[in-house]
């Protein structure tokens, strides 16, 4: 279970990007972060793994809190929560299977990873999470390479390397095409039914959170504007969230 | 910053925006402003009296006066002149210090500023200068040093101070005058139908360009170009030019031509018979005297069919073999010599028989490099290495120190910013050393030779590579770090995975540029006694030997241009 209690960030410059914002989930749910550009999403989910020190509030999780972690316990924390990006944050010279096998770095020994030193169970660990993402055969080639949707399924299999019980992903589609993005949520949804790992994503359009998430939280300048099921997101919400200009679109 | 320090004023058809700025940051684009404004005044006036100064009238004059300044302004009095100029050439118009601290008065936001406004507004300001005369006058009168007249222009830092505690950034003359200063943040929304005027017709353009034309005719004047020279003189260099087109590379090894022939001491009833001439063989004969004698009798030998215009030496054989020198030689064009000398007093008992040869040395064996280009290649090998080794330890040096002074990874915390000042600092000083002078320095301190040069070498690539590899670390993409750090893997992990490879190519590139810039500066570094080729070079130009000096300048131009097309297949393989 993951508790976020009154979390408010305020960057250096005065930004307030979150204010009090508070909300549990349970495990096995999959949330789906909706708003606006710059109301906060990005900035609550680096808050949860402290990517992004908060300013104030709490970050629980399983009884343990994350806020108050020492930078050790910080780093055995992290290694259970698994995180993909919108851009993907692959080291684009390294090749895949390198980039992969750096989603094991929090359980090996320091040096002996720096020398490249990955034990046999961890490289076979690897290609299994690559076959699972479908991308084994591009394994040996530069993380460049791939296609925009292949190497988000890269970033999936990093994270699977952690052996996550949480997944947390930013907005993980937007620089994908619609058909890209329905592939790469599909394997965050299996991830989320067959492993039962919960999931905390943030999207853009409104019709791909209806289809994927168990629950919506909506942001609105840094605070929850509505949490509930997506069902429940009618036409008056829907203005309150984005804005009375805005229309819906659907994603094919 | 909040909703309420915006501004939204409308004129007319334009909308300007006025985003809240901070005061110190009005009263610091002003100031940039007023200081490129009396810069650039200055420096007019500079350049001005400089020229005028090449007048015939005035070049009499300083050769007349003796230490005594001509046309000379106390440049206190030039820079409060240049302030009030600059005052009001501010709020006239757009200065040249309002393009550079992006400085314009308005009025209600607008650009349109009435004229007698903007006059109120410049003798406003100037007036606000006057206890500043005031004081400077008393400092002149009383015979005061003019450098204490900055204390009196407070009263100018005072009317600038205002801006700092009015909520919209101006001084009290631009309250007096209902006149507010625009700043980068004001966005506006030009009327697209009105043409700008040309940037050289507004004033600041017309000074940059009054500006620029005036210091390339002070430059031709003070590097004193002379075109003239240039071409009348041409002739003095043809010599040089001669023997750099035929630099000293090849010989071949000399053989002698030897030929001898027999004397008697003293004569005896049966004297050797006299040598003959042999045709195409290098012959000697005895042409006065006869083939016997006693030591000091006058003889003359004749050579024939030896190598035309050639040296070689005669010598004395005594009867036991032993050879001393008489006299040099020399061939005519024919190949024949003759010369006349006494008999030298030799050893020998009587009636023994000595002889007298000539040895006529000929460049006819096997061609071989001459020292001259065994020298040059000798030192060629010590630049090459000298530039490996300043280039490698520089390399390794300069690693850590890129890190300490990567913006990115050190301004987070006051000690590290500390730092990340310092090394940039220090960084900064060495770099604009040339190694030319750092050799000089360590020439010094650890005698002539190439551990000077690579001392040197190594400490300006430091300070060069520190620089471009912290400017690689600091765009390094930060998306990577984000993401591995999320694994939970350490810092050392997260350098190693997500810093290191993305530094890879501009590494190596920036390794090989300094490289090439080694390889050059090592061939000149012994100019200064640093080691490598430089330093032969340089002796040979002193005493002279510019055959010599061409050899070392062609393996320079040769070894250069092999190490570029060398790095050039490197860089392409490897980035
Ligand atoms: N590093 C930062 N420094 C200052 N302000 C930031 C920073 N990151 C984000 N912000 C600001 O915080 C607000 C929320 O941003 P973000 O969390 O990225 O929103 P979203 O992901 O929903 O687009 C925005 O106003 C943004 O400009
Ligand atoms: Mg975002």
Redesign the pocket.
């Known amino acids: 279970m993951l508790e976020i209690q009154h979390l408010t ?1 305020i ?8 204010h009090d914002v508070s909300f549990t989930v349970r495990d096995g749910e999959f949330v789906i ?1 909706i ?12 808050c949860i793994n402290r990517l ?1 020190e908060p300013t104030s509030g709490k970050v629980i999780w399983n009884g343990v809190d994350i806020t108050a972690a020492s930078p050790k316990e910080l780093r055995e924390i992290r290694r259970n929560i698994g995180m993909i990006f919108q851009q993907f944050n692959l080291v684009k010279r390294s090749s895949v299977m390198t980039n992969v096998l750096s989603g094991r770095l929090g359980y090996v020994n320091t040096w002996a990873s720096v020398l490249g030193q990955f034990g046999r169970e961890d490289r076979q660990r690897a290609f299994a999470a690559l076959e699972r993402v479908g991308v084994s055969e591009k394994a040996y080639n530069r993380a460049d390479s791939l296609s925009g949707g292949q190497q988000q399924r890269v970033g999936i299999a990093r994270a699977l390397m952690q052996s996550p019980k949480l997944m947390l992903a ?2 993980p589609v937007a620089s994908l095409d619609p058909a890209t993005s329905h592939s790469v949520l599909k394997y965050l949804e299996q991830l989320n039914r067959e492993d039962g790992i919960t999931v905390l994503c ?1 999207l853009h359009f409104l019709s791909l959170a209806r289809r994927y998430g168990t629950r919506i939280i909506a ?1 609105k300048a ?1 605070e929850i504007v509505f949490d509930g099921l997506p069902k429940d997101i009618d036409h008056e919400r829907f203005k309150a969230i984005y804005g009375e200009e805005a229309i819906e679109v659907e994603i094919a | 910053m909040s909703e309420e320090q915006n501004e939204i004023l409308r004129r007319g058809d334009k909308v300007i925006i006025a985003r809240g700025v901070s005061r110190l940051k009005v009263a610091r684009h002003r100031f940039t402003g007023l200081f490129a404004d009396v810069l650039a005044l200055c420096y007019l006036y500079a350049s001005i009296r400089l020229l005028i100064l090449q007048l015939p009238k005035y070049k009499e004059a300083v050769k007349a006066s003796t230490g005594q300044p001509v046309l000379y302004v106390p440049w206190a009095i030039v820079i409060s002149a240049a302030i009030v100029v600059a005052l009001f050439w501010g709020s006239l118009g757009r200065s040249l210090g309002g393009r550079v601290g992006n400085i314009e008065y308005r009025r209600n936001g607008a650009k349109k500023v009435s004229i007698i406004r903007r006059l109120l507004h410049a003798l406003l300001n100037a007036i606000g200068m006057v206890p500043a005369y005031i004081g400077l006058w008393w400092l002149h009168t009383h015979d005061a040093r003019y450098e204490t007249w900055t204390l009196a222009s407070l009263p100018l830092l005072l009317l600038f101070l205002w801006a700092l505690v009015d909520p919209k950034g101006r001084t009290l003359v631009d309250r007096i005058t209902g006149v507010e200063v625009s700043l980068p943040e004001y966005k506006e929304v030009v009327d697209v139908r009105v043409r700008p005027r040309p940037w050289y017709t507004r004033s600041w353009g017309a000074a940059v360009l009054t500006m620029l034309i005036l210091s390339y005719t002070t430059g031709w004047i003070i590097t004193k170009i002379d075109l003239n020279a240039l071409v009348r003189d041409a002739p003095r260099a043809k010599p040089l030019f001669i023997d750099l087109v035929t630099p000293d590379l090849f010989e071949r090894t000399p053989t002698d031509q030897i030929a001898r022939a027999k004397y008697q001491i003293p004569c005896s009833g049966n004297p050797p018979a006299p040598a003959q001439v042999q045709p195409d063989k290098p012959s000697l004969i005895i042409t006065r005297g006869g083939t016997c004698g006693e030591r000091g009798d006058l003889i003359a030998v004749r050579g024939e069919n030896f190598a035309p215009n050639s040296k070689g030496i005669l010598f004395w054989v005594d009867p036991i073999g032993m050879k001393d020198r008489i006299r040099g030689i020399q061939t005519d064009e024919n190949g024949t010599f003759e010369y006349t000398f006494n008999v030298p007093n030799a050893r020998g008992t009587d009636y023994e028989i000595h002889e007298v040869e000539a040895a006529i040395s000929v460049p006819a064996g096997p061609w071989r490099a001459t020292i001259t280009l065994r020298m040059v290649i000798d030192k060629m090998i010590e630049t090459i290495f000298l530039a490996l080794m300043a280039t490698t330890l520089g390399v390794i040096i300069s690693i850590p120190i890129s890190f300490l002074s990567a913006r990115n990874l050190m301004i987070h915390n006051p000690l590290s910013a500390t730092i990340y000042y310092i090394t940039r600092t220090i960084m900064n000083i060495m770099r604009s050393i040339e190694p030319l002078i750092w050799a000089l320095i360590f020439v010094v301190w650890v005698g002539i030779g190439p551990f000077a040069g690579v001392l040197a070498l190594t400490l300006h690539t430091v300070a060069a590579l520190a620089k471009l590899y912290s400017e690689a670390i600091e765009s390094i993409d930060p998306g990577p770090i984000e993401a591995v750090t999320a694994t939970g893997a350490d810092r050392i992990q997260t350098i190693a995975y997500a810093v290191v490879p993305q530094m890879i190519p501009p590494f190596i590139a920036f390794t090989i540029y300094r490289w090439d810039i080694n390889v050059r500066m090592s061939t000149v570094i012994g100019l200064v006694g640093g080691g490598g080729i430089g330093f032969l070079l340089i002796q040979w130009i002193n005493l002279l030997q510019y055959r010599q000096a061409a050899t070392a300048v062609w393996a320079i131009a040769l070894v250069v241009a092999i190490m570029d097309y060398a790095s050039a297949i490197v860089r392409e393989k490897l980035v």
């Open positions: 960030k960057y250096e410059d005065g930004t307030r990007a979150i972060l708003g606006l550009s710059g109301s906060g999403k990005s900035t609550l989910l680096r992004v930013d907005e943030s942001l840094g």
